[in-house]
């Protein structure tokens, strides 16, 4: 069983950067798309930044020009380097694979990220 694993989360003032990197425990064949997804307390996880196999890059609006993703499929890696944090940022994020073999999705387990002003 695969699995992912985030590292980088840690309490920062805002306007500090941090950098999210993940990495799954083997390797994953056919991945589609990474991302990045964030919960921050009593609301719904959502989604902050994608790449997909080709390179493709989609971001919140709310961490655009502010977040960069970047993702290596065949190491099964992915990171996001986050700029210009706001307390607003503050919240668990959460790594994501999606591969084509049999559709199966992978997530990690999250790392916290707390942002004070």
């Known amino acids: 069983q695969v699995e992912l694993v985030e590292s980088g989360g840690g309490a920062v003032r805002a306007g500090e950067s941090l950098r999210l990197s993940c990495a799954a425990s083997g390797v994953i064949v056919g991945i589609h798309f990474m991302a990045w997804h964030r919960q921050a307390p009593g609301k719904e996880r959502e989604l902050v930044a994608s790449?997909?196999?080709?390179?493709?890059?989609n971001y919140g609006d709310s961490v655009k020009g502010r977040f960069t993703i970047s993702g290596d499929t065949a190491k099964s890696t992915v990171s996001l380097q986050m700029n210009s944090l706001k307390v607003e940022d503050t919240a668990v994020y959460y790594c994501y694979i999606y591969s084509w073999n049999h559709g199966r999705e992978y997530w990690g387990k999250g790392t916290p990220v707390t942002v004070s002003s």
């Open positions: 790449i997909s196999s080709g390179g493709a890059t």
